[in-house]
T-cell receptor, first 116, second 116 residues
């Protein structure tokens, strides 16, 4: 299984709602990532988990709250979002380690989020 | 820190013609280099990667790229494009040998449009 799956595919939410995005991989990867991508722009890194611990937080507002309950799952909890948070949210995973072959990040299809 | 420059934001080309998408990078350390493709409303798919060894790298869908250390370039080429190659292409770099979850630094992307 070489897939990263993300649910839901599309999400529309109001500014007072609480919702969660889910990401799952079964490749045994120990690093998982959340990216935000606006239209016609490259992905921007939000968070990195390494061995289920948050290792990088790129100064993301607290209305985005990541969670890594186990080595296969990554969640992104959303609360009190703003319309400018509307974007494609991508999850990725990769191996961890010093060997060069462990460097590839595998991306999921993304969740298209619209905040009204 | 690394940076990536994709010199062309849009590249229109006729079907069956060759194409080159340019990528230059800047880094004070050794890097790994990647090309990703993103079809509309989808996640990113790895086309090819340079980690070490031969500077000519072959990828999926008939694409190849050449790593040129002296010119700090990693241009993507295909000898004959198809309509189905129409997509956004991202060049990315990460620090080599960091031994931990590696951050990808993306270029701004090149929209390849293949015309009939």
């Amino acid at each position: 299984d070489t897939e990263v799956t993300q649910t839901p595919k599309h999400l529309v939410m109001g500014m007072t709602n609480k919702k969660s995005l889910k990401c799952e991989q079964h490749m045994g990867h120990r690093a998982m990532y959340w990216y935000k991508q606006k239209a016609k722009k490259p992905p921007e890194l939000m968070f990195v988990y390494s061995y289920e611990k948050l290792s990088i937080n790129e100064s993301v507002p607290s209305r985005f709250s990541p969670e890594c309950p186990n080595s296969s799952l990554l969640n992104l909890h959303l609360h009190a979002l703003q319309p400018e948070d509307s974007a494609l949210y991508l999850c990725a995973s990769s191996q961890e380690g010093r060997w060069s072959s462990y460097n590839e990040q595998f991306f999921g299809p993304g969740t298209r989020l619209t905040v009204l | 820190a690394q940076s990536v420059t994709q010199l062309d934001s849009q590249v229109p080309v006729f079907e069956e013609a060759p194409v080159e998408l340019r990528c230059n990078y800047s880094s004070s350390v050794s890097v790994y280099l990647f090309w990703y493709v993103q079809y509309p409303n989808q996640g990113l798919q790895l086309l090819l990667k340079y980690l070490s060894g031969s500077t000519l790298v072959k990828g999926i869908n008939g694409f190849e790229a050449e790593f040129n250390k002296s010119q700090t370039s990693f241009h993507l080429r295909k000898p004959s494009v198809h309509i189905s190659d129409t997509a956004e292409y991202f060049c990315a770099v990460s620090e080599a040998h960091s031994g931990s979850a590696r951050q990808l630094t993306f270029g701004s992307g090149t929209q390849l449009t293949v015309l009939p």
